[in-house]
C-alpha cells in the first residue's frame, strides 16, 4: 500500500507460530504476522505491534456435505473440502476452520462453542436459513460478527427461499456469488 507521496509499502511478515486449542480442543497452528513499512531505500522498520492472526469459523447447514455432486446446476461441480484448500492458500494470514451438520442443534451448539472467541463467523444455514428462529436466536446471542452466505441467488429461486430468519441478526449478508460467496464473506470480516 503506496502512502500519498508513492514511495512507502506496508508489509506483513510472518514472525511467529505458535500452536493453540481450538473450541472443540483440536490443535491448531497460528501466525503472529508482524507489520511493516518499507520505503524507497528498502530499509524496513517495525512501525507496529505484532498482529494476531485472525481466526474465521465457515459454518455450512444441511445437505451442503453434498456440494459437488448435489444440484449441480445450482450448486456447481466442486466439493466444499476442494474450495476450502483454496480458499486457505487465498488467505494465508488467516486461520480458517469450518465445520458442517446436517442437524439444527449442532449447528447451534457450534454458533454458542465459537461465536465468542473467534474474530468472525460465516454461516450458510441451507434451508434452515427460511425456517429457524432457534438460529437466530443463537445468533442474536454471539458477541462474534455472522455473515450470512447462500452460493446460490436465493431470490431467483422458490419465494420460500426469499425470506431469511438470520438476515436480520447477521452482520451483512452476500448471495448468488457461487462458491465465491465465501471469498468475499472472509474480505468482508478481514476488513470489518
Ligand atoms: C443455500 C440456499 C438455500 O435455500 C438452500 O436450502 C441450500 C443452499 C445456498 O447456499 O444457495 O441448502 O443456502
Redesign the pocket.
Known amino acids: 500500500m503506496y502512502n500519498d507521496h508513492g514511495n512507502t509499502i506496508l508489509v506483513f511478515i510472518r514472525v511467529a507460530d505458535s500452536k493453540y486449542t481450538n473450541d472443540t480442543g483440536e490443535w491448531c497452528l497460528s501466525h503472529t504476522f508482524s507489520l511493516y513499512t518499507v520505503n524507497h531505500n528498502t530499509e524496513y522498520i517495525q512501525n507496529q505491534k505484532n498482529i494476531a492472526m485472525k481466526r474465521i469459523q465457515i459454518i455450512n ?4 456435505n453434498l456440494l459437488g455432486k448435489r444440484e449441480p446446476t445450482v450448486y456447481g461441480n466442486q466439493t466444499f473440502e476442494a474450495y476450502f484448500n483454496e480458499l486457505k492458500l487465498l488467505f494465508p494470514e488467516v486461520q480458517l476452520d469450518y465445520f458442517q451438520s446436517n442437524t439444527e442443534g449442532i449447528l447451534i451448539d457450534k454458533l454458542q462453542e465459537t461465536g465468542f472467541s473467534c474474530d468472525g463467523i460465516i454461516l ?4 434452515y ?2 425456517t429457524s428462529i432457534a438460529i437466530a436466536d443463537a445468533i442474536r446471542s454471539l458477541t462474534v460478527p455472522v455473515v450470512e452466505v ?3 441467488n ?1 431470490f431467483q ?1 422458490e419465494e420460500y ?1 426469499h425470506h431469511s430468519f438470520l438476515s436480520e441478526v447477521c452482520k451483512g449478508c452476500i448471495v448468488g456469488f457461487g462458491m465465491d460467496s465465501y471469498r468475499l464473506a472472509v474480505e468482508a470480516i478481514i476488513r470489518f
Open positions: 447447514g444441511p445437505n451442503l450458510n444455514g441451507g434451508a436459513t427460511h447462500h452460493i446460490s436465493v429461486r427461499r
